[in-house]
């Protein structure tokens, strides 16, 4: 694979979970850390988390305690757990890699919504 993809969106609703997964280049998930951002209507877009290779995270506020990044690096893959979700977390979701020039997916949509 030679670029980064993402998959796993679709709709929900509040209080309910995700889980999206990003697929890439083993050049990429063998060395560099890697981070999932979002944007949603009328947003900028917005950094939510990044991981390590390692497997070390940091998250935004916004959804810290209810979103878990993970890695599987031997499957060329990074996942986000999303629970407990909110109508404001409806975006699309992009996955990224810290890569000399930054690399991006094309975006997965995620809607919550009763």
């Known amino acids: 694979q030679e670029q980064l993809v993402e998959s796993g969106g679709g709709l929900v609703q509040p209080g309910g979970s995700l889980r999206l997964s990003c697929t890439g280049p083993?050049?990429?998930?063998?060395?560099?850390?890697m981070g999932w951002y979002r944007q949603g209507p009328g947003n900028e877009r917005e950094w939510i988390v990044s991981?390590?290779?390692?497997?070390?995270?940091n998250y935004a506020a916004s959804v810290q305690g209810r979103f878990t990044v993970s890695r599987d690096n031997a499957k060329n893959t990074m996942y986000l757990q999303m629970n407990s979700l909110k109508p404001q977390d409806t975006a699309i979701y992009y996955c990224m890699s810290y890569t000399e020039v930054t690399r991006w997916g094309q975006g997965t949509q995620v809607t919550v919504s009763s």
């Open positions: 083993t050049s990429i998930f063998s060395t560099y850390t």
């Open positions: 991981i390590t290779p390692g497997g070390s995270a």
